[in-house]
């Protein structure tokens, strides 16, 4: 996961900022999703912006990471990546509130994904 951040920070001239991401279990990111976005959930990734030098946290739901796994790619690994890079636009500003914006979103992921894995 270090490598996927680094190679996106670099790819979008963010070398200089840093970003954290956590690992969490369910009952924390459902907290997490209930408290900030008003949504009593499990979710697979919650971004929380940054400001200056530092770009922000993305928090991962692990659990949930590797349930969509099984339905998604079958690997964990993959998936992790996936919600990852889906975080990171959304420290950048990309939505997916609506449709559109998760279609976009998608498109912005399966093609950097696919330059680096």
Do not use: W
């Amino acid at each position: 996961m270090l490598k996927i951040a680094e190679k996106f920070l670099a790819k979008h001239k963010l070398t200089k900022k840093t970003v954290s991401i956590a690992l969490v279990g369910d009952s924390a990111i459902r907290r997490l999703n209930r408290c900030y976005l008003r949504q009593d959930r499990v979710t697979d990734v919650m971004a929380f912006k940054g400001e200056d030098d530092y770009l922000g946290e993305i928090v991962i739901g692990y659990r949930q990471v590797k349930r969509q796994a099984r339905y998604y790619s079958g690997r964990t690994s993959a998936e992790l990546a996936v919600v990852l890079v889906h975080g990171l636009f959304h420290l950048l500003g990309h939505e997916d509130k609506s449709p559109a914006g998760r279609v976009i979103m998608e498109e912005l992921g399966d093609k950097f994904l696919k330059k680096v894995i």
